[in-house]
């Protein structure tokens, strides 16, 4: 019988050679299951390093994927640190690209340097009142964070079908199936970092915010709460720290970081409101900020190489000759052995004798 313990200390060799290992196994689980297609394996993987990062082209394409996902993840960072649960990310990018289409059209007119610095913090408030909302009913009511964000997350997304399918947003002319808002102008546009690269300037602020937020989780009060609400709520309460307040703090920023995806995915890639373009992303965050053990940097890392991943797919789709069906699969093998480096990073095993 075996069982896991945490680490007391991270070891930076062994968390090195267990995500090594991971990216062994799910190369090699990947090749035996496009073998068992036909598919020349060597092939299919040249295809994925090259729409990832074999031109400057595949590498800003990775890097426009990876920017949302970045973002969610460091939203999940915020709050799992704490042993928030927040399953609210999904929901909030969805309020985040909505917030940001609202204050679109209420700053129209606006120089860029105003306009762009309000649309974001337009977006970014729509996800912290979503983050006030799940605060109050843990604090008030005690509902658990999973159950309210949750449903808050269906919330946000039918309130955005409505919007677009029979409110205010809708583009006359779409299918019930089909609907978006109508194209943003060109001005509102986040601008491209090199000429008509689809590198837009939105690219930044993942690695601005995981800067802030190592900074925050390492060197401030609320980084020691955060940790401490995560280890030790109860030593906390006896220091005399306000968990409520606390609570409501973490997730409200959490909340800001996982809109302000959303809004960037709107004016930087979408420009439009669209469900489809959006969906997945919260998510995938999860997902990011687990694998990167919780870390700003480690989110980073994640969040670059789930981003090469998504832009090396359509590679392999087209130059690999790989059924559609299958990249997913692909994809999802890779990531379920990136959680399982990641928890031999965190946790090691020991062998417990059965009595």
Known sequence: MIRFEPRTERDGLWTAAAFAMAIAAGLAVSALLLASTGANVGQVFSALVQGAVGSPKAI???????????????????????????????????????????????????????????????????????????????????????????????????????????????????????????????????????????????????FIAAAICSLVLSRTPLGYEIRGLGYNPEALRHKGVNIGRTVTIILMASGALASLAGAVELFGVAHRLRADNLVGLGYAGIIVGMIGGLRPLGTVMAGLFFGGLASGAVYMRVLGDVPAALVPAIQGITLFFFLCAGVLARYRVVKVAVQ
């Open 60 to 206: 800003a394409t990775t890097l426009v994927k990876a920017t949302p996902i970045i973002l969610t993840g460091l939203a999940t960072v915020i709050a799992f640190r704490a042993q928030l649960w927040s399953i609210g990310q999904e929901g909030q990018v969805f309020a985040g690209a909505m917030g940001g289409y609202l204050g679109a059209q209420l700053l129209a007119g606006l120089p860029a340097v105003a306009f762009f610095p309000g649309v974001l913090v337009f977006g970014m408030a729509a996800g912290v009142a979503f983050g006030w909302l799940a605060a109050v009913l843990k604090n008030r009511f005690g509902v658990n964070e999973i159950i309210s964000t949750v449903m808050l997350n269906y919330l946000i997304v039918y309130l955005l079908s409505w919007m677009l399918q029979g409110g205010p947003w809708g583009e006359s002319g779409g299918t019930i199936s089909y609907q978006q808002s109508p194209m943003l102008p060109s001005d509102a546009f986040l601008p491209a970092l090199f000429g008509s690269s689809r590198l837009h300037a939105g690219v930044l602020l993942p």
